[in-house]
């Protein structure tokens, strides 16, 4: 089924990502085009496998660096990089964030690790070995997000925009914004860049979108709602705290499988999803 966008929609869509979001030196504008814009496809998943995951991490970022997990935690005086094998078991120290610092996205690029901070402007690098810290780079925006493609880091701030970045001196390379047949996508949060397609959590839903990473067009969502209950979970994290939500997406290549998990869930889930070629 295809829609046609509604342009008043749009404009009220606009005016309150503006309101959330840094102010630019230009406003995003839709693609245009006289063809409508399909509605985006139904991404299908299958579990593959159940893990244990901490109810102590408020889960911000999720990277597979061969077989070990890369999780980035938020929240001030708990932010942490946090180290686990193939059964989510930790393997080393973690890198515990100053108790100032809210700790946010996370990606491996070139044997170095990059780690958001929430409001504090900043982006932590790390020695992909060592785990030192070997640099910090000044960010305008506030921080969500955060995958690479083959020359740039990806980064978004909570709105609909996505910004490429250069990884050797965080200077913007371009903006692409989320869309889909009902206008901009806000909330974007944790990405995750597979096979020239990207992968997007969206805050406070259930909801994983596949989006063309060249024009910002969401072409298949994966609705997760009911997947705790689906592998065993009786209580859901959100009866305690509705921030409890979905958000932590990475892919393991030699696998071929997602690794998803939550803010404070108690497993992390393997699956493989359907999604568009």
């Known amino acids: 089924m295809k829609h046609y966008i509604n342009i008043t929609v749009f404009v009220i869509a606009i005016l309150a990502i503006a309101c959330n979001e840094p ?10 085009s006289n063809t409508a814009i399909n509605t985006p496809a139904n991404m299908t ?30 929240n001030y005086k708990e932010s942490k990089l946090i180290f686990m094998d193939s059964n989510m078991k930790i393997i080393q120290n973690p890198i ?10 996370t990606t491996l690029f070139k044997d170095k690790i990059y780690q958001l901070t929430y409001k504090e402007h900043k982006v932590f690098v790390y020695d992909a070995t060592s785990l030192k810290k070997i640099q910090e780079f000044y960010w305008p925006y506030e921080g969500w997000g955060m995958t690479h493609n083959d020359t740039a880091i990806i980064i978004n701030t909570g709105g609909s925009s996505l910004y490429y970045v250069d990884p050797s001196t965080f200077n913007k ?20 860049y597979v096979n020239g397609k990207l992968f997007a959590n969206v805050y406070m839903t259930d909801n994983i979108l596949q ?22 979970i009786k209580e859901d ?21 997602f690794f998803i998990t939550g803010k404070y869930w108690p497993v992390i889930i393997e699956l493989k999803f359907n999604y568009v070629k």
């Open 23 to 32: 102010k630019e030196t230009k406003e995003p504008k839709l693609p245009v």
């Open 96 to 105: 515990k964030l100053d108790d100032a610092y809210f700790g946010e996205g």
């Open 211 to 232: 989006i063309d990473p060249a024009t910002g067009e969401v072409k298949a969502v994966a609705n997760l709602t009911n997947i705790l209950a689906a592998v065993g």
């Open 173 to 192: 390379i371009k903006t692409v914004d989320v869309y889909d047949n009902n206008g901009y996508v806000a909330n974007v949060n944790e990405l995750e």
């Open 237 to 257: 994290p959100k009866l305690k705290d509705s921030g409890n939500v979905l958000n932590g997406i990475a892919y393991h290549k030699q696998r071929g499988t």
């Open 45 to 74: 998943y299958e579990i593959v496998k159940t893990y244990p995951h901490a109810t102590t991490s408020y889960t911000e970022g999720l990277e597979w660096s061969n077989d070990t997990l890369i999780e980035s935690t938020g």
